[in-house]
């Protein structure tokens, strides 16, 4: 069974411009969550999505961050524009709705604002 | 404060020796996790707990409910255990459920 696959692995931008980040979660997999990790500390859920639909975003810096899971598989989040303090670990995760407590992690995307 | 404290935060051992990270949390929950992550970010779940105590290989994960703590144990530890291990509690929070993560332990195992 294929993991959950992120692209890019690296990305170094600088703030103020504007940069997104996919994600394809494991072949069947309902939920899917986006993750900010900076460096030293746990990761901190940014968006949690059922389906196409999104169940918990109250983390997510709506202002600069957007996400979306159109058909309800693959998911991209953008940042626009980035700042300084965006830099981190991007993790995106997915559960099936029959192992809804055990979420299998992506490789992440570490991002670097300059 | 944090819903989830971990301790120590750093945690440096020669190889074979006894190994434990400690995680508190102040919230309730329905399920605890103990995560181990590598260098370059991959994160692999190690054990999830409700009550009691759990044991896979060398690994033992304990659970008190009563005092909102949870221990991870390694035994006979070696270089490759070597990574940041996450502590992330499983609580409701405005209809949804949603993992709460510790700042993580560093652990290196010296040969």
């Known amino acids: 069974e294929a993991g959950v696959a992120q692209s890019p692995r690296y990305k170094i931008i600088e703030k103020r411009q504007s940069v997104a980040f996919w994600c394809n979660p494991i072949s069947g997999h309902a939920t899917l969550y986006w993750y900010q990790q900076i460096l030293g500390q746990g990761p901190k859920l940014l968006i949690q999505f059922q389906n196409n639909g999104v169940v918990d975003d109250s983390q997510l810096p709506k202002d600069r961050f957007s996400a979306e899971r159109l058909k309800g598989v693959d998911s991209t989040l953008k940042i626009q524009p980035a700042k300084l303090e965006d830099s981190a670990v991007y993790l995106c995760?997915?559960?099936?709705?029959?192992?809804?407590?055990?979420?299998?992690f992506g490789p992440g995307t570490r991002l670097t604002v300059l | 404060k944090n819903e989830v404290e971990q301790s120590p935060q750093n945690l440096t051992a020669q190889e074979g020796e006894f190994i434990t990270i400690n995680c508190s949390y102040s919230?309730?929950?329905?399920?605890l996790h103990w995560l181990q992550q590598h260098p370059g970010g991959g994160i692999v779940s190690l054990f999830m707990?409700?009550?009691g105590k759990k044991k896979h290989g060398r690994l033992i994960a304990t659970i008190n409910i009563q005092e909102k703590h949870s221990s991870l144990h390694i035994t006979a530890s070696h270089p490759r255990d070597s990574a940041v291990y996450i502590c992330a509690v499983r609580s409701q929070s405005g209809g949804a459920q949603k993992l709460v993560f510790g700042q993580g332990t560093r652990l290196t195992i010296n040969p």
């Open positions: 919230v309730g929950i329905s399920a």
């Open positions: 707990l409700s009550s």
């Open positions: 995760a997915s559960s099936s709705r029959q192992a809804y407590n055990e979420q299998f």
